[in-house]
């Protein structure tokens, strides 16, 4: 099972009465995880500069990561392909069996991808010897696709959105460390193993490794797949009843929460075997934190309609509920400030007038 405190926090993401069907499935989705995926995107941006030159004088950081998330496509990738293979049971009926075959697109399958990118720089996947919330998190996926098999849809709009997005910014940045960081040898015959084996997804692989996963096929690098994936995410997305639409929402919060839960653990290995500390760490975020603008891994924010204003707070985890309320009342306080000053300066402009007429 998951862990207990990152399960708990995720459970005010959803009720019976949340979810508003004059939003799509994303947008709810993009709603309610908000507070976390901003965290999160907050704590990718800070940490993939420590993993590339002038920083690091090699891609081991980087493959530390690789290897720890690519685990996470393995799971719920293979789990989505036993399903479509299984029989209808109690918890997987022919219209979960459509719905998810409507939305299994080969083309953006990663799994393959991954493992060309780990073999490229010598590592193995973390998920031989998985770390405790690596393990706990894979364990979480396994469990939670067998018993609720829709919230395939929380995984694949989540981690596949991030590869168009967030994904196309830390792919330049990788691509800007330059050749001479990437120059690791590769193994050519795993490489030519795993060609003959997904020769669709792996084909011309090998020029763009270590990061091949964040490549797509085709003249449109990958937005025509997008657009196909959102397109059938909408024509499938009224198969599911309220409580699999809150299931799915509560989800993808849990997903957010378990990648940061992650990056937490990774910042750990990397500070007990290198010079880095968490100060240095915690700085890199506070220079972030101060850029212009931040990169989002899903979609831009949808703006929250003046009727959802409710649905939209009840939506956020409880735990970041202070946080809008404190921001919602500041702002108030400003404009009460702002109206105050204005008459104390009309007021003392009056009695300054009144006194210069006294005296003349």
Known sequence: MADPSIRDAANDLASPSLSDQSLSLPDEINIATRAVHTQLNRLITARLPLALPPRAPSPDLYVLGLSHFAPIYEQFESS????????????????????????????????????????????????????????????????????????????????YMALFSGGRWIRAQLLGAGDDFWSQPADPDRLEALDSEKPNTLQGTTSRLPFSFLQFEGACDGEDIKAAFKTGIAEVEHLLSTEERECIIAEAGRIFRFCIALVDELDTIVTASSSLTRSNIADLEAERTGDEGEVNFILPTVPAKPGNRTAFLRRIQSNDIALVA???????????????????????????????????
């Not at 953006?108 to 919330?133: M, N, T």
């Not at 396994?142 to 829709?150: G, Q």
């Not at 404009?335 to 005296?359: C, D, E, K, P």
Request: hydrophobic content about 50%.
């Open 326 to 360: 404190s921001t919602f009342c500041f702002s108030r306080i400003g404009l009460i400030l702002a109206i105050v000053g204005f008459y104390a300066a009309w007021l003392v402009a009056r009695v300054n007038g009144s006194a210069t007429t006294v005296v003349h």
């Open 80 to 159: 989505w392909l036993a399903l479509l293979k299984s029989s209808p049971t109690a918890s997987y009926s022919s219209s979960h069996n459509a719905l998810l075959a409507r939305l299994h697109m080969p083309s953006l399958e990663r799994s393959s991808c991954f493992q060309a990118d780990l073999i490229h720089v010598g590592a193995p996947s973390a998920r031989e010897a998985p770390s405790p919330a690596l393990a706990a998190f894979l364990r979480h996926i396994k469990l939670s696709i067998s018993e609720r098999p829709p919230l395939i849809l929380a995984y694949a709009w989540v981690f």
